[in-house]
């Protein structure tokens, strides 16, 4: 039995060069942030006026860290697909991705209809975060 792709061998080439080259780009990016996280790590105590503004730069560099790491994940994973024939293929129901879609978004290994339910999953698992800071603002109050 053949493997069955969606796409011409043309338009797959194209999905991995394109996904290489952003691959490559991201690894890059990984890198850098991760020397610049690195730096701050080892820059020891400042003063404390800085502290809080040094902090959140540090914040935002962690967060733009693991987001380089989760995208470039993502790639890779898709690069594989195309590896495995099944590139454009939803994971969760097996439908076709669409080529719309694949176009904006090379990496995605969901349909609009998953990726939906994955996203709203997502949101209700993150739901108990503003309790902490409730709990705060009542001492406040007292
Ligand atoms: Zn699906």
Redesign the pocket.
């Given at each position: 039995m053949e493997s069955y792709s969606p796409f011409d061998k043309h338009l797959l080439a194209q999905f991995k060069t394109g996904l290489r080259n952003q691959q490559r780009e991201l690894q890059r990016v990984v890198e850098e942030v991760g020397k610049q996280v690195r730096g701050f790590a080892e820059s020891g105590p400042l003063d404390v006026v800085d502290t809080s503004c040094d902090h959140f730069a540090k914040e935002s560099l962690v967060a733009r860290s693991s987001q380089s790491r989760n995208q470039l994940r993502l790639v890779e994973l898709a690069l594989e697909r195309i590896q495995n024939s099944n590139f454009g293929t939803?994971?969760?129901?097996?439908?076709s991705?669409g080529l719309k879609r694949l176009q904006a978004i090379p990496w995605t290994s969901?349909?609009?209809?998953?990726?939906e339910?994955v996203e709203h999953s997502e949101l209700e698992g993150s739901a108990s975060l503003p309790q902490p800071i409730a709990g705060l603002m009542m001492s406040f109050r007292g």
């Open positions: 939803c994971v969760a129901c097996g439908d991705i969901h349909c609009i209809q998953c990726q339910r």
